[in-house]
T-cell receptor
């Protein structure tokens, strides 16, 4: 079946540090890949997505490249801010055997950025 | 434009009771999905509706059910509540089925079962 594995947190960084959150996946077919962010007390916000191999998703300084050869979709940001503190979820979507779609999420990585 | 609206935001129920949660999708979105989020299990898919039909269902007991109305609004119902049903229930809407459209989530309903 489909699954997503992402690095365990929490990750603590100083402001302006470089961020990498690793994400690898297992899926049948050609999934679409997503990063969502969840701020305290809120729902999920779509951060970026990629729908085919070698696509790069980007938004608000965050980037991730769909690497089919390594089944990975690592999230990166060159210079984090305190406001980036949140929980980040890697997810994929792929049709299941019943011709429906469901997002498969990783466990989430908590990021804390200190001034 | 308005986002995905979930009501109520917070709910406290007693074991054995039933509960109904509501989700209003973004205008024009026809797909509504429901997810359960708990600290132990993370985010788990409950079901997805499109054009008033359930298209996909996750691995949850029959106590969990849902429906979608002609205006795309959706409700989910949990009967005979158990303590383990305490969770944040998230609704997501999309223009259509499939990953290319992307999903927009609501802020969730936090259910506490006592």
């Amino acid at each position: 079946g489909n699954s997503v594995t992402q690095m365990e947190g929490p990750v603590t960084l100083s402001e302006e540090a470089f961020l990498t959150i690793n994400c690898t996946y297992t899926a049948t077919g050609y999934p679409s890949l997503f990063w969502y962010v969840q701020y305290p007390g809120e729902g999920l916000q779509l951060l970026l997505k990629a729908t085919k191999a070698d696509d790069k998703g980007s938004n608000k300084g965050f980037e991730a490249t769909y690497r089919k050869e390594t089944t990975s979709f690592h999230l990166e940001k060159g210079s984090v801010q305190v406001s980036d503190s949140a929980v980040y979820f890697c997810a994929l979507i792929s049709p299941n055997s019943n011709s429906g779609y469901a997002l498969n999420f990783g466990k989430g990585t908590s990021l804390l950025v200190t001034p | 434009k308005a986002g995905v609206t979930q009501t109520p935001r917070y709910l406290i129920k007693t074991r054995g009771q039933q509960v109904t949660l509501s989700c209003s999708p973004i205008s024009g979105h026809r797909s509504v999905s429901w997810y359960q989020q708990t600290p132990g299990q993370g985010l788990q898919f409950l079901f997805e509706y499109f054009s008033e039909t359930q298209r996909n269902k996750g691995n949850f007991p029959g106590r969990f059910s849902g429906r979608q109305f002609s205006n795309s609004r959706s409700e989910m119902n949990v009967s005979t509540l158990e303590l383990g049903d305490s969770a944040l229930y998230l609704c997501a809407s999309s223009l259509g089925l499939g990953g290319n459209y992307g999903y927009t989530f609501g802020s969730g309903t936090r259910l506490t079962v006592v």
